[in-house]
């Protein structure tokens, strides 16, 4: 089980890093339409800001900014919203993941497309931010 | 043993200097990569899914399902992991 760092100015410091690794990663996975980036890489800079927490204060002190029980079900969530995405299209007269045919009305296809994307790299964020979590925190526990 | 697992490596490197000859220049705009279906997405990617980022729309939209797949497979590692740690914590 982790516990908190002696050291107050490296609790201080992760405390005032996580928010902005988080910050950044939100615009790596938002901004993944025109510049490298995307669901991968965001999902892996989330997880970086939650150890970090992890790291620094310990698995008790940090889990009201990420509960480990979280984790799992929150990877999971992803790749349901990724298959949800992909579903839907099929019973709206499109192929699967075929964003195209997203129940939106009025948006024009490349529009749809776009925003079928975006959806997609949030679930994909979603699933590696869990799964990184989830691995760390069963790593951390055993090491007893 | 040692020497002929040396010999051996050193026939499987002259398999592949020799297979390497045989493969398209880095970048040559004739090659079949270049050829099927990668001019469809250079010229239709922006109109089609308004994203200018044409490693995004491959990845997302029109190579949607590997990335699914993808997915799929960090989150079944995730899985493992939990059940194989689970398991170990409970032996003890």
């Known amino acids: 089980m982790l516990t908190r760092h002696p050291s107050p100015v490296v609790t201080t410091v992760a405390r005032l890093l996580a928010p902005l690794i988080a910050l950044f990663a939100l615009y790596v996975v938002a901004h993944g339409h025109y510049s490298p980036g995307g669901g991968f890489q965001g999902g892996v800079l989330l997880a970086a800001s939650t150890l970090l927490l992890r790291l620094a204060l310990g698995e008790k002190d940090s889990a009201p900014a990420f509960p480990p029980s979280l984790a799992l079900p929150m990877a999971v969530t992803g790749v349901l919203l990724y298959t949800v995405t992909g579903v839907v299209p099929l019973f709206l007269g499109g192929g699967y993941l075929d964003y195209a045919r997203l129940p ?40 007893g | 043993m040692r020497g002929l697992t040396l010999v051996l490596l050193g026939l499987f490197l002259a398999l592949l ?48 399902y590997d990335t699914l797949g993808e997915t799929v497979v960090i989150v079944t590692a995730a899985l493992a992991a939990a059940l194989v740690l689970l398991g170990e914590r409970r032996a003890d």
């Open chain 1, 104 to 143: 939106w009305p009025g948006a024009p296809a490349p529009l749809l497309r776009y925003f079928g994307i975006l959806v997609v790299e949030v679930g994909v964020a979603l699933a590696v931010w869990g799964t990184m979590v989830a691995i760390f925190d069963r790593l951390a526990r055993g090491e």
């Open chain 2, 17 to 64: 200097l020799y297979a390497e000859g045989d493969l398209p220049g880095r970048g040559d705009p004739a090659a079949p990569a270049s050829t099927h279906v990668s001019p469809y997405y250079i010229q239709h990617s922006l109109a089609e899914t308004k994203t200018p980022n044409l490693v995004t729309s491959v990845l997302a939209d029109y190579r949607g």
